[in-house]
C-alpha cells in the first residue's frame, strides 16, 4: 500500500528529461497570487495581548475610581472650579440612556405574545381571538390572579 499523502515524482537527474508539468491543484492555486487587500507595510505589534470582558471592567472601575478620587481631592484642597455641564466620560459601567420616544409595548397576559386588544371586563390583555374565547371563560378570580402578576390591581367588573 503506497503511503498516504500521495507521492513526490523524482526529478531527472539528467538535463534530456523534459521539466514536470504542476499538477492541477497548483495550476488553480491563489498561494503566490497577490492580495491587493492586506497591507503589505503591516507589522503585528507584539507587546499587544487580547484582554477578556472581565479585565476591561475591572480596569473601567478603576480608572473612573481614581478618577473620582482626584476630584474629591481637588475639592477638599479648594482648586477645583465648579464648571456648569462638565459631564464625566462615559464608561462600560457608567453609560445611562435616556427613555425611550416610543410607545411601549403591551403583551398579552394569557400567552405573552403582542396584545394589540385589552377586554374591557377583565381588563386582561390578548393576543388574538382564540385567547378572547379563553378569557370569556375565566372566573373573576382567576382573571384578577392574571392581573396581579402584571402588577395592576384593578376592581374586575
Same mark, same amino acid.
Given at each position: 500500500?503506497?503511503?498516504?499523502?500521495? &507521492?513526490?515524482?523524482?526529478?531527472? @537527474?539528467?538535463?534530456?528529461?523534459?521539466?514536470?508539468?504542476?499538477?492541477?491543484? *497548483?495550476? @488553480?492555486? #491563489?498561494? /503566490?497570487?497577490?492580495?491587493? &487587500? %492586506?497591507?503589505?507595510?503591516?507589522? %503585528?505589534? =507584539?507587546?499587544?495581548?487580547?484582554?477578556?470582558?472581565?479585565? +476591561? !471592567?475591572?480596569? *473601567?472601575?478603576?480608572?473612573?475610581? @481614581?478618577?473620582?478620587?482626584?476630584?474629591?481631592? *481637588? %475639592?477638599?484642597?479648594?482648586?477645583?472650579?465648579?464648571?456648569?455641564?462638565?459631564?464625566?466620560?462615559?464608561?462600560?459601567?457608567?453609560?445611562?440612556?435616556?427613555?425611550?420616544?416610543?410607545? /411601549?409595548? /403591551? #403583551?398579552?397576559? =394569557?400567552?405573552? !405574545?403582542?396584545?394589540? #386588544?385589552?377586554?374591557?371586563?377583565?381588563?386582561?390583555?390578548? /393576543?388574538?381571538?382564540? +385567547? #378572547?374565547?379563553? =378569557?370569556?371563560?375565566?372566573?373573576?378570580?382567576?382573571? %384578577?390572579?392574571?392581573?396581579?402578576?402584571?402588577? +395592576?390591581?384593578?376592581? +374586575?367588573?
Amino acid at each position: 500500500m503506497p503511503p498516504r499523502g500521495g &507521492f513526490r515524482r523524482k526529478a531527472a @537527474l539528467d538535463g534530456d528529461a523534459t521539466p514536470l508539468t504542476p499538477s492541477l491543484g *497548483e495550476q @488553480l492555486s #491563489y498561494l /503566490h497570487n497577490p492580495r491587493p &487587500f %492586506k497591507n503589505p507595510n503591516y507589522t %503585528k505589534n =507584539i507587546n499587544r495581548r487580547a484582554k477578556n470582558v472581565k479585565n +476591561v !471592567l475591572s480596569q *473601567e472601575r478603576e480608572r473612573d475610581r @481614581l478618577e473620582r478620587e482626584k476630584r474629591r481631592q *481637588e %475639592k477638599l484642597d479648594g482648586d477645583a472650579m465648579d464648571v456648569d455641564g462638565e459631564e464625566d466620560m462615559p464608561s462600560y459601567t457608567s453609560i445611562e440612556a435616556p427613555p425611550s420616544l416610543l410607545p /411601549h409595548k /403591551h #403583551y398579552c397576559d =394569557i400567552t405573552g !405574545l403582542e396584545a394589540p #386588544y385589552t377586554d374591557p371586563a377583565t381588563g386582561l390583555r390578548y /393576543h388574538d381571538k382564540s +385567547v #378572547y374565547d379563553v =378569557i370569556k371563560n375565566l372566573s373573576t378570580s382567576s382573571a %384578577k390572579e392574571y392581573l396581579a402578576t402584571r402588577g +395592576v390591581s384593578s376592581i +374586575v367588573k
